[in-house]
Structure formats: C-alpha cells, structure tokens
C-alpha cells in the first residue's frame, strides 16, 4: 500500500497496552514521538489475528478533521472502541453486533440524529440552570463529608468518585441505594483492564477475561434499566429516565438493546469521565498552591480550570472510526473499510494547537480541546459536566485553605475510559 508507514512493534504494543496509560508521562512520551515522526501510521499485530490493522492518528488538526466529517469516517460497522478479534467474536456471538453494548457512540446518520434528538433538549443549559440548586447542596454535602474524613483523604473516593454519580443517578431515577452497585458495574465496564476497578485482582487479564466481566456488568446493567423503563412507562416524571423510556423514533419505541444502551451510555459516561476531569483538576492545583492560590481569590478563572483540567486528563482516551471510502490523511493513504484510532489524549497533548501541553494552566486559551470529541458526535452531556465541575470547585475553594499531595496517585490500567483511580491528598479547611 503506497504511503504506509507501519509503527515499530515496541510502539504499537503500547498504544494498545492498558498498564501504558497507567504510565502517564512515559505515554506522552510515546505519543509525542509518534506524532513528530509517523502522525498517522499502520498498527498491526506481533501475533497474526490478534486484532485487525488499524490507523494511529495522532495530530489534533487530523483528529479534529476526523471528528468532524461524518460522512467518509463512521462509527459503524467496526467496533467504536478498539477491541481484540477474541472479544469481538465474543460480542458477536452473545448480541449479534460488534460491541456489548449499542449506544449513541456507535450509530451513524440516520439513526444517530434521531436518538440524539430525544434528550439533547433536556441537556441544553437552559434546561440544566434548573438542577444548580441541587447541585450546589449535594456539592456542599460532598465538601462536608470529605471534611469531616480529613485532614487526609483519597479525593476520588471521598469526592470526585460520588459526587457526579449522584447527579447522573438522580436524573436517571436511580435510588441512592443503588448507587455503590452503578459505581461497580461502571468500573467493570470502562476499567475492566485494569485489576482494582475490574475486581478481579488479576494483573495482566486475557482479552477473553476482560470481555467476559464487562459483558457480565452489561448484563447486570441491562436487567437494572429495563425495571426503571417499566416503572417510567407507568409513572412517567420529568427526568431523562422517562424521556427515554417513553420515546418514539419514527412512531415507534426503541427496541429493548438499543433502550438500554442509552441508559447505559447516560448512566456510565455521565459519571466517570466527570469524576476524571475532576480529579484531574484536583490533582494539578495540589501540586502548584500559586494556581490554587490565584483561583481562590479569582473565582473568574474557575472555567478556566474546569476547561483545563478536563483537556490535560482526557478521559475518554480514543475511539475508532471507519473509512467509508479512499482518503488520504496526514501522507498516508487510508481505504475504504479501514480501521482507524482517532487518539485523544494525542491530539489534546499536540504542541502545535497546546503550547507546553503537559503544563495544567487555569488560563490557557483559546482551549479548544479535543476530550468532548467535536462534530455530530461530541458530548451529549458536556455543559451538565461543566456545570458539575464549576459548582463542586466553588464548594471547595469556599472551604478549603489549602491542599497539598499526602501519597502517590494512581491511574487506571485502561485504553479507553482513563484517570486517576486513588489521589491521596492533605486538606486543610478554611
């Protein structure tokens, strides 16, 4: 194939290997090299049929173009996350379709508008402007708890882990009882590489041990969401739980997998990408007290951190695309029905766009990053994360003086949904 270039092994096995991203700086490292030298190059497998070939792309103009054009780079029919053959196969065999779960990542026009459109509305900020009450005094809760934990916390368990949570639970009419097992199953779904969030205590899983506990959490999900859809259809209320339950897409309502996979994909991504940012943020003004100095006395740099923290973390690490015809991109010529990596926390990390990318810095613009995605597919929830973020860190500044590292942060050994999975930290209240 004429302007290929094939990634050496070494790299290749770790843009696919988990514990790599658990390694934050050594991946930038990886990332930077590959994008100065082959910015979109071949991936292929050391073992024949391991996974199917693919594309790296790695510049942000490359990734933002990708994003973009929705018409020649689809979400279908190849797995939007990247999957070994073993798990696909297993997906295929127990559902029918490439991936566990069918969400509102995985479909294209005309499909992907039409589900799009039954909740946008209700996550528009006008909308959104009417839970700030609530969200100021489960913030206040949440600051109160991690108080009265202190002086020394882990920040993800005692605050940026429950507090989204709640708000996705509330909007999805998930009791508060139920909440410890949404958190698990989420865990398993998107760290299902990774030992701790798996549950399994396994280090280095097989793919078919990975595939086996995120169908199973998948499983769980679907039977939990398909009660709440009951319960909704009979007593519909205001929240996104009944506009999905009692939706119709062309007069009819949604088939039962594609109802669950938007439960799923509200009650997961809603959550645990938000809690990422937020630790994140957390983690770079424990470790610069100037920063967290100058946005307690300058609450107008508040969307700054927000916009920053959520860029510099980067949760949702990739996803894949198809080429739907012949393009060339980046020098490389791509064919109709190849798999592509548009990668993230690549492209986020791009000097070229972020001058000093791995500096956190509260007023860094303009900051059109890249972790909402862009285009037809960008974020569904992003202004309620936003929201979320900004009201949470208000609570925090009021009642924090200081906060300052108490032991070592740990990442989660994952390639698609990442983050800090414990963040230790000494918080010394005003």
Same mark, same amino acid.
């Given at each position: 194939? +004429?302007?290929?270039?094939?990634?050496?092994?070494?790299? $290749?096995?770790?843009?696919?290997?988990?514990? $790599?991203? $658990?390694?934050?700086?050594?991946?930038?490292?990886?990332?930077?090299?590959?994008?100065?030298?082959?910015?979109?190059?071949?991936?292929?497998?050391?073992?024949? @049929?391991?996974?199917?070939?693919? %594309?790296?792309?790695?510049?942000?103009?490359?990734?933002?173009? /990708?994003?973009?054009?929705?018409? =020649?780079?689809?979400?279908?029919?190849?797995?939007?996350?990247?999957?070994?053959?073993?798990?696909?196969?297993?997906?295929?065999?127990?559902?029918? +379709?490439?991936?566990?779960?069918?969400?509102?990542?995985?479909?294209?026009?005309?499909?992907?508008?039409?589900?799009?459109? !039954?909740?946008?509305? %209700?996550? /528009?900020?006008?909308?959104?402007?009417?839970?700030?009450?609530?969200?100021?005094?489960?913030?206040?809760?949440?600051?109160?708890?991690?108080?009265?934990?202190?002086? &020394?916390?882990?920040?993800?368990?005692?605050?940026? @882990?429950?507090?989204?949570?709640?708000?996705?639970?509330?909007?999805?009419?998930?009791?508060?009882?139920?909440?410890?097992?949404?958190?698990?199953?989420?865990?398993?779904?998107?760290?299902?590489?990774?030992?701790?969030? +798996?549950?399994?205590?396994?280090?280095?899983?097989?793919?078919?041990?990975?595939?086996?506990?995120?169908?199973?959490?998948?499983?769980?999900?679907?039977?939990?969401?398909?009660?709440?859809?009951?319960?909704?259809?009979?007593?519909? =209320?205001?929240?996104?739980?009944?506009?999905?339950?009692?939706?119709?897409?062309?007069?009819?309502?949604?088939?039962?997998?594609? *109802?669950?996979?938007?439960?799923?994909?509200?009650?997961?991504?809603?959550?645990?990408?938000?809690?990422?940012?937020?630790?994140?943020?957390?983690?770079?003004?424990?470790?610069?007290?100037?920063?967290?100095?100058?946005?307690?006395?300058?609450?107008?740099?508040?969307?700054?951190?927000?916009?920053?923290?959520?860029? %510099?973390?980067?949760?949702?690490?990739?996803?894949?695309?198809?080429?739907?015809?012949?393009?060339?991109?980046?020098?490389?010529?791509?064919?109709?029905?190849?798999?592509?990596? /548009?990668?993230?926390?690549?492209?986020?990390?791009?000097?070229?766009?972020?001058? &000093?990318?791995?500096?956190?810095?509260? $007023?860094?613009?303009?900051?059109?990053?890249?972790?909402?995605?862009?285009?037809?597919?960008?974020?569904?929830?992003?202004?309620?994360?936003?929201?979320? *973020?900004? /009201? !949470?860190?208000?609570?925090? !500044?009021?009642?924090?003086?200081?906060?300052?590292?108490?032991?070592?942060?740990?990442?989660? +050994?994952?390639?698609?949904?990442?983050?800090?999975?414990?963040?230790?930290?000494?918080?010394?209240?005003?």
């Amino acid at each position: 194939m +004429s302007g290929e270039v094939v990634l050496p092994g070494d790299l $290749a096995r770790r843009v696919i290997d988990p514990h $790599a991203y $658990a390694a934050w700086d050594g991946l930038l490292d990886t990332f930077d090299h590959i994008r100065a030298t082959m910015p979109v190059a071949r991936v292929q497998p050391d073992t024949p @049929g391991l996974f199917d070939p693919f %594309w790296l792309v790695t510049r942000y103009d490359d990734v933002m173009r /990708i994003s973009k054009d929705n018409a =020649t780079f689809l979400n279908n029919p190849r797995p939007v996350v990247f999957s070994f053959n073993e798990a696909i196969e297993f997906s295929r065999a127990a559902t029918g +379709s490439n991936m566990l779960v069918d969400s509102l990542v995985v479909f294209d026009a005309p499909i992907h508008p039409k589900y799009r459109k !039954l909740t946008q509305e %209700w996550f /528009i900020p006008r909308n959104l402007a009417k839970l700030e009450g609530e969200l100021r005094a489960l913030a206040a809760r949440t600051v109160d708890r991690m108080l009265e934990s202190g002086p &020394d916390i882990d920040f993800v368990r005692e605050v940026s @882990g429950p507090y989204p949570l709640r708000v996705v639970m509330q909007i999805l009419g998930v009791p508060p009882e139920d909440e410890p097992r949404m958190q698990m199953l989420t865990q398993q779904l998107f760290g299902g590489q990774d030992k701790d969030l +798996s549950g399994s205590g396994l280090d280095k899983m097989t793919p078919e041990q990975v595939v086996q506990i995120v169908a199973g959490a998948v499983r769980t999900f679907e039977d939990y969401f398909a009660q709440i859809a009951d319960e909704r259809r009979a007593h519909p =209320t205001d929240d996104v739980a009944s506009v999905i339950a009692n939706a119709l897409v062309d007069g009819q309502p949604l088939p039962p997998r594609d *109802m669950a996979g938007y439960y799923i994909i509200v009650a997961t991504a809603g959550h645990d990408t938000t809690s990422a940012s937020t630790a994140g943020a957390m983690q770079a003004l424990a470790n610069d007290p100037e920063q967290w100095a100058r946005v307690k006395a300058d609450r107008s740099l508040l969307p700054g951190i927000v916009e920053e923290a959520i860029r %510099w973390t980067t949760p949702v690490q990739h996803f894949m695309r198809t080429a739907a015809e012949d393009v060339e991109l980046g020098g490389s010529q791509v064919k109709a029905g190849d798999w592509l990596m /548009i990668n993230y926390v690549a492209a986020n990390h791009d000097p070229a766009q972020f001058p &000093d990318p791995r500096r956190f810095d509260a $007023a860094r613009s303009p900051n059109r990053h890249l972790a909402f995605g862009a285009g037809a597919h960008q974020c569904l929830g992003l202004h309620l994360a936003r929201l979320e *973020m900004r /009201i !949470l860190f208000e609570a925090l !500044l009021d009642r924090v003086a200081s906060v300052e590292p108490a032991g070592e942060a740990k990442r989660a +050994s994952s390639t698609f949904v990442g983050g800090l999975k414990t963040l230790p930290l000494r918080v010394t209240p005003a």
